[in-house]
């Protein structure tokens, strides 16, 4: 590559075209049969704060310059993102609660997923994103995608019961994100070895989720809580999740449907999201996701069956 394609290549990639930016170095890094480089290192003009030094390389880093720019670059962009807040859970190491739930109180007609009082701090997941233009976010709990309501200033809160072991919880709106990990002990706590999570993607819809275990029990929202399990909530406003949760799974032939409630205007079509996780954070730990068309208000579909283990 001959020094002008070299140099296009910079004036593409970091816009040293930029009058300001010549003006400010005229003379650049010259290094011995290489175009000149621009002082990329040092202060950058379109940073919100001053990084002087921060990236400035070791020589052989700067011998291959052409190579290591561009991705110093691209990482230093991404710093200029505003993060979202995650005020908890906390990073670290933390003991579980014996008294962490698997159910919320359910307050219809409008039920969605909301912290209690009585919700150990354990199993609270809270946070903001602060420039927000839609009315849910998405969290990833562990790798597992769902979607969590903003309030008008972006503020969000649901529980959640977390296992022993490694967790993580990220949280997306828009450009803004923010991830926190912490490894939790047992103290006591349930966890749960099977999980089945719906959501959905529409507003002021209500889908339902409903259970059915090897034994013969049906966990739905007439009935949330059952031997060896529960669901956490009926949510009928829109996006869900809801979620069933067993610290002691039967094994067998476990039967999952959903039901289109109600809601959805004229066109009615949503499209329901379906996790399972089995033996969450463990060796054997399997994820299965699956997307479901609905495409009316009482439709009732089997949207999937597995044996468990």
Request: aromatic residues 10%; proline residues 7%; without cysteine.
């Amino acid at each position: 590559m001959d020094k002008r394609k070299i140099r296009e290549h910079f004036s593409l990639s970091f816009s040293l075209s930029s009058a300001k930016w010549r003006k400010k170095y005229p003379s650049g890094y010259h290094l011995p049969g290489k175009a000149t480089l621009p002082r990329l290192f040092e202060t950058i003009p379109m940073k919100p704060k001053r990084i002087s030094g921060l990236y400035r390389p070791a020589p052989p880093l700067m011998a291959m310059g052409l190579l290591a720019a561009p991705f110093l670059f691209t990482f230093t962009l991404t710093g200029t993102a505003r993060a979202a807040e995650l005020e908890a859970p906390i990073g670290g190491w933390r003991t579980g609660d014996a008294g962490a739930p698997y159910t919320q109180t359910v307050n219809y007609p409008a039920a969605q997923p909301h912290i209690e009082a009585d919700t150990p701090e354990s199993s609270q997941i809270r946070g903001r994103i602060r420039q927000h233009g839609d009315k849910t976010a998405t969290l990833v709990i562990n790798g597992n995608a769902m979607p969590v309501l903003l309030d008008e200033s972006g503020a969000f809160a649901r529980p959640y019961s977390f296992g022993t072991g490694s967790n993580s919880v990220e949280v997306r709106g828009g450009d803004e994100r923010a991830r926190i990990q912490f490894y939790q002990s047992a103290a006591g706590q349930p966890e749960s070895r099977l999980r089945i999570l719906l959501s959905w993607d529409t507003d002021g819809t209500d889908l339902d989720l409903h259970v059915l275990t090897p034994g013969g029990q049906h966990a739905w929202y007439g009935e949330r809580v059952i031997a060896g399990g529960a669901i956490d909530i009926d949510v009928t406003t829109g996006y869900g999740p809801e979620i069933f949760a067993s610290p002691a799974p039967e094994n067998g032939l476990y039967q999952v449907y959903i039901n289109y409630y109600g809601g959805g205007g004229e066109s009615g079509l949503t499209s329901a999201r379906l996790t399972i996780i089995s033996n969450e954070g463990t060796a054997s730990e399997k994820r299965q996701e699956f997307t479901v068309p609905m495409r009316f208000a009482g439709e009732l579909i089997l949207a999937r069956q597995f044996m468990y283990p």
